[in-house]
């Protein structure tokens, strides 16, 4: 099994500053054939379906505000919201899809400070 | 626009066989370039994959559930389903659908979602 690890279980970001979560996998998921990293972001709202944000690591899904982006390779990951507002509370998390038998990562909860 | 709805009991007693369907609308789910699969969230916690299947009946399992799983699809009626055996208060969850987008290398990110169905295991 890959083994996502997301970082920190928890973060309080004041409105309009930058909140950054991290994702490490267990095993690198860039297939050099097609230079993909196989990895993905989903936001949580309380209540509701996760939400698909980002694939192929910093391809953003139609209709994702751009404050969204994602970034890394390889093994670390980045999800970095620009500036955040009061409807970006929610849990975060990344899953791999370099193989069949995803994971997801444990999740970030996302507070306003 | 594509829209998934889960369905099925919402309790189930333990040592039984929890069903559950998914019914697609708003697309045909006879393309090569999805696959359908089912995910879980027990109460509080974080999202576990379970399986996902083709339009052909090509299926992908957690190994960590795969002796207790059965996906299946029926293209003509647009569901796919979810049998889960033995089931003990630790499969007490949440239980979501979404469509796959698919490669070379096999089932890729979840997009859309149902809303999800809370299904609790009683003893």
């Known amino acids: 099994d890959i083994v996502m690890t997301q970082s920190p279980d928890s973060l309080a970001v004041s409105l309009g500053e930058r909140a950054t979560i991290n994702c490490k996998s267990s095993q690198s998921l860039f297939y050099s054939s097609n230079n993909n990293n196989y990895l993905a972001w989903y936001q949580q709202k309380p209540g509701q379906p996760p939400k698909l944000l980002i694939y192929w690591a910093s391809t953003r899904e139609s209709g994702v505000p751009d404050r969204f982006s994602g970034s890394g390779s390889g093994t670390d990951f980045t999800l970095t919201i620009s500036s955040l507002q009061a409807e970006d509370v929610a849990v975060y998390y990344c899953?791999?899809?370099?193989?069949?038998?995803?994971?997801f990562g444990q999740g970030t909860k996302l507070e306003i400070k | 626009q594509l829209q998934l709805q889960e369905s099925g009991p919402g309790l189930v007693k333990a040592s039984e066989t929890l069903s559950l369907t998914c019914t697609v609308s708003?697309?045909?789910?006879?393309?090569?370039?999805?696959?359908w699969g089912w995910v879980r969230q027990p109460p509080g916690k974080g999202l576990e994959w379970i399986g996902s299947i083709s339009d052909t009946g090509h299926t992908y399992y957690n190994p960590s559930l795969k002796s207790r799983v059965t996906v299946s699809v029926d293209t003509s009626k647009k569901q796919f389903s979810l049998k889960l055996s033995s089931v003990t208060a630790a499969d007490t969850a949440v239980y979501y659908c979404?469509?796959?987008?698919?490669?070379?290398?096999?089932?890729?990110?979840?997009?859309?979602w149902g809303q999800g169905t809370l299904v609790t295991v009683s003893s």
């Open positions: 708003g697309a045909s789910m006879s393309n090569r370039g999805y696959y």
């Open positions: 899953q791999q899809y370099y193989n069949s038998y995803h994971t």
């Open positions: 979404a469509r796959q987008e698919w490669g070379s290398s096999g089932p890729h990110w979840f997009d859309p």
